[in-house]
């Protein structure tokens, strides 16, 4: 059984910096790209940044390139997103992601995701 736990989420200041953690159980972890999403109140889902399996490619949503940083660490099943320059618009749930295939590079849309964590609430005030 895949299982993925978001943590680190929380309340910040405009301006400010979090950086989330998403721990992966129930397969080998480095076999699978992964990503992040987030979803503000009245909003779909949107893609914020994607990494694939060894971590040497990284992609993002226009909105967030230049302030977030996707990486990974396979020998601990952690993908890890650094938030830096928070704005108010930034708040939302926050999702970690990965495909049902390994045979899968990267990908950008919620519709190519199998498994989801929870998800961690992220308000950033003005």
């Known amino acids: 059984q895949v299982q993925l736990v978001e943590s680190g989420g929380g309340l910040v200041q405009a301006g400010g910096s979090l950086r989330l953690s998403c721990v992966v159980s129930?397969?080998?972890?480095?076999?699978?790209?992964m990503g992040w999403f987030r979803q503000a109140p009245g909003k779909e889902r949107e893609y914020v940044a994607a990494?694939?399996?060894?971590?040497?490619?990284?992609y993002y949503a226009y909105s967030v390139k230049g302030r977030f940083t996707i990486s990974r660490d396979n020998a601990k099943n952690t993908l890890y997103l650094q938030m830096n320059s928070l704005k108010p618009e930034d708040t939302a749930v926050y999702y970690c992601?990965?495909?049902?295939?390994?045979?899968?590079?990267?990908?950008?849309?919620?519709?190519?995701?199998?498994?989801w964590g929870k998800g961690t609430l992220v308000t950033v005030s003005s």
């Open positions: 990494i694939t399996r060894s971590g040497a490619y990284t």
């Open positions: 992601a990965t495909p049902r295939s390994s045979t899968v590079v990267v990908v950008v849309a919620p519709s190519g995701m199998e498994y």
């Open positions: 129930g397969r080998t972890f480095s076999d699978y790209a």
